[in-house]
């Protein structure tokens, strides 16, 4: 693929923006103003995670039992383990830093760390830690450099995706953690020509079942927020939506998700709902409204999809895991503010075995 070309032939060519540390200030900005007069003061900055209990995900056929929904608890610095009724089973962690991204492949999870931290770490299924792959720039960007957020992905082979938002690319790695290639989307690095004529921050990430790659494009100017499809190989086919607050339209799109149908599915976090498209990336219908109360969001992030096709969206401001039909009819939900076992702080991401 042309885009591939050892990290040392990389020479940036543009100073990135540092959106890493306004994302992290702004996920715990929401939550604290949201429950700000049921916290301690003196527990406000000292959140006390439980003792990890690594039973985590039993092995299934999609990195856990069928239906045990994994959730990145962003500012507790974990990962819980919930089963499909929402009840508490385990959780896990590795000295993360304000982690944004969770991913699970057919025996792993993968979490993507961020903050004072740059790299992925991969797990087995019961949340025992595996390896570890990327690092934070040290003056320069290119093949083995990931950003401080962004997010991460499996596909069918084993390989995963990992996106990095501020320097404009994602990059392909194996599942021994060697790195295969990297797509830009901007012209950031010498010999790595863009694979769109637009500038694209890629965030949220997801495969469909024939491989193709969506990404939701962050970027605030003249030509973002949308989502961006690209083949496997990272060959650009197609965009879809654009700027606004009308149908088809977003505001700091976070994430992505594709369900059995070939449906995209996109957390349209600036205008607190879900939007979903058909496999043409046509306009369809959404669900969602910003408040507290039962199918309300308070900028929801990730999503996921059980083998019933009901939709797991991480409601971020509200700490919370709320559960819909594919139809968008609110089910239940799990959760609430705190560091206690089954609670969260900013729960930026969410994954169900299959």
């Known amino acids: 693929m042309k885009h591939i070309l050892p990290a040392k032939q990389f020479v940036p060519t543009f100073t990135p923006m540092r959106s890493g540390l306004i994302i992290a200030l702004t996920l715990a900005a929401v939550a604290s103003a949201a ?19 690594t039973s985590a995900l039993s092995p299934g056929s999609n990195g856990g ?128 020509p863009p694979a ?34 690209f083949n496997g190989s990272g060959v650009y086919m197609a965009t879809i939506g654009s700027s606004g607050s009308g149908n088809g339209q977003f505001n700091d799109p976070q994430n992505v998700a594709i369900d059995a149908s070939g449906n995209i599915y996109v957390a349209d976090s600036g205008n607190n709902r879900i939007e979903k498209f058909g496999p043409n990336g046509k306009y369809l219908s959404q669900f969602g409204s910003f408040g507290s109360g039962d199918g309300q969001f308070s900028y929801p992030v990730g999503l996921a999809f059980d083998n019933g096709g009901n939709i797991y969206v991480s409601d971020v401001g509200n700490n919370r895991i709320q559960k819909f039909d594919s139809d968008g009819k609110y089910l239940s939900q799990f959760g609430s503010y705190g560091s206690g076992n089954g609670q969260f702080f900013a729960p930026y991401g969410v994954v169900v075995g299959k």
């Open 35 to 53: 429950f700000a007069q049921s916290r301690p003061a003196s527990t406000q900055l000292q959140p006390s995670v439980a003792p990890y209990d």
């Open 65 to 192: 039992a069928a239906g045990d929904i994994a959730v990145l608890d962003t500012d507790n610095q974990r990962v819980e383990i919930f089963n499909s009724r929402g009840n508490y089973v385990s959780q896990f962690g590795h000295g993360f830093s304000l982690p944004t991204g969770i991913a699970l492949d057919a025996d792993d999870i993968y979490v993507k760390d961020g903050n004072l931290n740059c790299q992925a770490d991969k797990f087995d299924a019961e949340g025992i830690f595996l390896l570890q792959f990327g690092v934070c720039s040290s003056g320069t960007i290119g093949l083995g450099i990931f950003d401080n957020i962004g997010s991460v992905a499996a596909d069918h082979s084993g390989n995963v995706w990992v996106t990095s938002p501020d320097y404009y690319y994602m990059q392909k790695i194996d599942a021994s953690g060697n790195f295969l290639s990297i797509v830009c989307m901007a012209n950031v690095l010498s010999g790595c």
């Open 196 to 229: 769109t004529s637009f500038s694209v921050q890629p965030y949220g990430i997801a495969l469909d079942a024939r491989g193709n790659i969506y990404v939701t494009n962050v970027y605030p100017f003249n030509g973002g927020f949308n989502v961006v499809k």
